[in-house]
């Protein structure tokens, strides 16, 4: 009877075991992220020169984009998002996976020069960037900040250029709740569901964007990292 007992609690062991070994969520054109794991990448660009990679977390926004430059004009290496003479641009897109549940956070380091501007997204699918952008973040080269989501503008904000600054953005899919930070001040507290033109999307991440999208939009980021789970 109590071999019988024991046979049992082992076969229910072995059952749990496997469902907590479920697979996680992939995409050929995303980074691998697991509904049962947690995630913590940073990228400073510090490796020797010329040996960041396109990979399955860093890849092209568009056919039409420059591949990044890695620039070591300041302090630490840092990539730069510009716009050139000839009409093309650094459009680079940072996969966080077709996430639907769980809370992350993904923050970098931003420096604006002067006269110049950054624009930076969020996309909700990886595998087509384009398809549902949920907010978008403009640095405009007059020093203020216009976040777009949920069909409304928030102005107000102002940033220093040529200074470093911390962005960081807290996704919460559980309770549908989005946070944006500069320098730890709230300059977005928005559903998550929200995309930039209206009130209605999807609850999910797919990926950052970061692009030149005017003339003047001239950035650096660096420390861009992903943490949760």
């Not at 940073?42 to 039409?64: A, N, R, V």
């Not at 769980?102 to 970098?108: D, P």
């Not at 020093?143 to 807290?170: C, W, Y």
Request: proline share 3%; net charge negative; hydrophobic share 35%.
């Amino acid at each position: 009877m109590k071999n019988l007992l024991y046979l049992t609690i082992l076969v229910l062991l072995t059952a749990c075991q496997k469902e907590e070994l479920a697979d996680p969520i992939t995409n050929t054109n995303s980074a691998v992220i697991s509904l049962r794991t947690k995630i913590n990448q940073c990228e400073d660009f510090e490796g020797p020169q010329g040996s960041f990679k396109i990979d399955k977390t860093w890849q092209l926004g568009s056919k039409k984009s420059y591949e990044p430059i890695i620039s070591s004009s300041g302090p630490s290496n840092q990539m730069l998002i510009a716009n050139w003479s000839d009409g093309t641009e650094t459009n680079m897109m940072y996969f966080l996976g077709d996430v639907t549940n769980g809370k992350y956070e993904f923050s970098f380091d931003l420096i604006v020069p002067q006269g110049h501007g950054a624009f930076i997204s969020m996309h909700k699918y990886a595998d087509s960037p384009f398809k549902d952008v949920g907010f978008d973040i403009h640095f405009k080269d007059s020093g203020q900040i216009r976040l777009r989501a949920g069909g409304e503008t928030t102005p107000g904000s102002t940033f220093e250029h040529d200074k470093v600054m911390k962005i960081n953005m807290t996704f919460d899919l559980d309770k549908d709740a989005t946070t944006v930070k500069v320098n730890n001040y709230v300059i977005g507290d928005f559903d998550l569901s929200n995309t930039y033109k209206d009130a209605s999307g999807a609850t999910r991440l797919g990926s950052i964007n970061f692009r030149s999208l005017h003339s003047s939009t001239h950035y650096y980021i660096d420390n861009v990292c992903l943490s949760g789970g």
